[in-house]
């Protein structure tokens, strides 16, 4: 084991970033001409590290495995973008920020980087304003917050439910300027299977093109990861379904350390699961927890009653109902971070008071919002005496106007009015904080190699609070990797292109042949989604949202048991070079399947609690997470050792030199 040098610089943390730039090395305008980056991922960490790098002169490459880079799953981010502008006049700072944000990730986080994080927030939103992207405005015409769990300012810019999307088409403008002037070579349809290395330093990737299978071989001087999260190893998660971990996960058995595995984020407010066969599960944004109100019912008859489809929810008074997080984190209410209020609502199902058929459900409740908002719109409008159902209909179209197009895509699924009956929601996996480990330069452990945006592990510690991902990813790409790469990049000004006709390409590229050959001869009985699902299920079951020892030593055991079923079993049907989507799954699927016990491994050996990795044993007697600083104020980075041997764990200590460390609370 040995301690990571994560490369944090001195001086006071306000200070830290300014300079840190000041010092470190830049290639000058001339000289970025002469050096390749290739970027695998166009999401928003990819596609603004892609459009900053290329504007700045380097010569990009970047990869994604969909159709264009518009359908990164970055699209599907709904509710919102912090940024530390105090707007609202509420009290927000820097500090604030950073401070929420550390203590949202339950003092797991380095300080420094999430410091930065806060300090170039304000930054993206200028940045995002500039590019055409259509933040929500208020009355005035001034950009528009709202609040998301874990705080207690208003500092959440938002496009509608539709931020991602909105944030991305800016990002991919500003990459299509690139790419017509030739500065970006875009590779859509192309899925990065191997890191080449040559002398230790990352120095090019293997590809497959998606649609012909052929592999390509490409060279640059560094390489940067912006693959997205792993949520998907849980089979079912909120995540898009071609999310995956190959990427990353290539690049750890190349020598990246991977981070955290085990810090996964459980989101509260999804909309549950209907059956068997399901593949997917839908969010609903945490910003509805600005307006909704969540409860179940106090009585057990009653939630039988609900159940059998006696009774409506809306029959049910105030009194009879148990809005249980206003109740247990008054300060907070429905407003808790995501750890807090999953759990919550896991311990509600659990004590029998779930609301669907399979009692796994709470409501979201708009009534009392849509009521409140009628009246002050009756009274803007003059309405001196509007009737209730006058009110109701003026408070239905406030709450459209805000969440429009959530609503509809919740009655679209359930059929159900949402603007009628509360929302059913139950948790479901999100985000993954872990990821691989970078240091303060957003450099891993393979020299010339990044990782940007939700693929590293860096800045949300145990979990991550609402609408800082989106933050983080454009922090990332175009405010913090710009400078630290060109620190890195200021060596390579002489060394000219990188030949694709070397023996590291070759060796590279014969891996992948025969990993891909390997699973099309297999002819074995079981499809991929098969044992995608049985990993899923050992995931949730056992490495879910509680933790404990015995069934963390299960599921290695198991999982262990799918990969080596998998190894014989798997049946992928079609040739190796030519269009194959069942191809490109199994070995997702296979990468899932390490990465699976691993994560296992992680949270088995982190015997406290801290955020989203909840351990039975390490709990108050109220049942919040118990830390234990003493003995786990680090970040796990785990290093590959190959074939049937154990990773080797790495620490990196935390020092919390700013901020208080104290157990957690939202009360
Ligand atoms: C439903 C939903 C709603 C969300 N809402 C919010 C929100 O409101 N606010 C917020 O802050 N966060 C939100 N999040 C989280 C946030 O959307 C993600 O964390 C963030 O968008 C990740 O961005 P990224 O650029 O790191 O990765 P992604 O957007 O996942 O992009 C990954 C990219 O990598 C490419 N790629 C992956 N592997 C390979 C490979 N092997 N070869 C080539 N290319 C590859 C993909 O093609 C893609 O271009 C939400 C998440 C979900 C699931």
């Known amino acids: 084991m040995s301690t990571l040098d994560s490369k944090i610089p001195e001086g006071p943390i306000k200070d830290k970033w300014t300079n840190h730039k000041n010092k470190i090395n830049v290639v000058n305008p001339a000289n970025k001409r002469l050096i390749d980056v290739i970027v695998v991922g166009t999401g928003l960490a990819g596609a603004s590290a892609s459009a900053s790098l290329a504007e700045m002169g380097y010569n990009v490459k970047a990869f994604c495995f969909q159709d264009t880079p518009r359908r990164a799953h970055s699209i599907a981010a709904q509710g919102g973008i912090n940024a530390a502008k105090n707007y609202q006049n509420d009290g927000d700072s820097v500090y604030r920020l950073f401070y929420d944000t550390v203590k949202g990730g339950d003092y797991r986080a380095r300080e420094a980087n999430v410091y930065r994080l806060a300090e170039v927030s304000a930054n993206i939103i200028d940045q995002c304003v500039a590019q055409g992207v259509p933040f929500a405005r208020d009355y005035g015409g001034l950009l528009d917050n709202r609040s998301f769990g874990g705080v207690l300012v208003s500092r959440t ?190 311990e509600r199902c659990d004590a029998g008071f779930g609301v669907n058929d399979t009692g796994e459900a709470v409501y979201l409740d708009f009534a009392s919002a849509i009521f409140r908002y009628g009246k002050e719109k009756a009274t803007v409008n003059n309405e001196k005496d509007a009737s209730n159902e006058r009110i109701i209909e003026l408070g239905e179209g406030v709450i459209k106007a805000k969440y429009g197009n959530l609503f509809q895509m919740y009655e679209k699924i359930t059929d159900e009015n949402p603007y009628k009956t509360p929302m059913m929601i139950y948790p479901a996996v999100h985000y993954t904080m872990g990821g691989v480990w970078v240091d303060y330069n957003l450099m891993t452990t393979i020299p010339g190699c990044y990782a940007a945006g939700e693929a590293n592990f860096s800045d949300h510690g145990a979990n991550r609070l609402g609408a800082s991902a989106l933050m983080q990813g454009l922090a990332d790409g175009y405010f913090v990797l710009p400078y630290t790469i060109g620190d890195y990049l200021a060596d390579d000004i002489r060394t000219g292109k990188i030949p694709v006709e070397t023996i590291e390409f070759e060796k590279a590229e014969a891996s992948v042949k025969a990993r891909l050959e390997g699973f099309v001869n297999k002819k074995g009985t079981k499809t991929v989604d098969y044992f995608h699902r049985r990993l899923g299920a050992v995931m949730w079951n056992k490495v879910g949202m509680a933790r404990n020892e015995k069934g963390l030593k299960e599921a290695i055991k198991e999982i262990k048991e799918i990969q080596k079923e998998f190894k014989k079993e798997v049946r992928v049907p079609g040739g190796a070079y030519e269009f194959n989507p069942e191809l490109e799954k199994a070995a997702r699927v296979e990468d899932f399947l390490e990465l699976g016990e691993l994560f296992a491994r992680d949270a088995l050996h982190r015997t406290e609690s801290c955020g989203g990795h909840f351990r039975e044993e390490s709990q108050t007697p109220e049942g919040e997470a118990l830390r234990d600083d003493v003995g786990f104020s680090f970040t796990s980075a785990w290093e590959w050792k190959g074939g049937d041997s154990e990773p080797v764990l790495h620490k990196e200590t935390l020092s919390f030199k700013d901020i208080e460390l104290k157990q957690r609370s939202y009360k």
């Open 157 to 346: 810019f938002y496009a509608k439910g539709q931020t991602g999307q909105q944030l991305l088409l800016g990002a991919y403008s500003a990459m299509n300027r690139q790419i017509g002037k030739g500065k970006i070579q875009m590779h859509s349809r192309h899925e990065m299977l191997e890191l080449v290395k040559i002398n230790g330093k990352a120095r090019g990737i293997i590809a497959r093109n998606l649609i012909t299978g052929k592999l390509e071989r490409h060279s640059a001087h560094a390489v940067v990861i912006a693959s997205g999260g792993y949520g998907n190893v849980f089979f079912l998660s909120t995540n898009a379904m071609g999310s995956n971990v190959t990427a990353a996960w290539r690049i750890h058995k190349k020598g990246a350390f991977f981070a955290n595995p085990c810090y996964t984020q459980i989101h509260p407010t999804c909309i549950p699961r209907s059956g068997e066969y399901q593949s997917k599960l839908t969010l609903m944004s945490e910003s509805l927890r600005n307006d909704g109100r969540i409860w179940v019912p106090k009585k057990k008859e009653d939630v039988v009653a609900i159940r059998e489809g006696k009774k409506k929810p809306t029959e049910l008074n105030e009194e009879e109902r148990d809005y249980y997080l206003e109740r247990r984190y008054p300060a907070f209410g429905n407003l808790v971070p995501r750890d807090v209020a999953s759990r919550a609502a896991k």
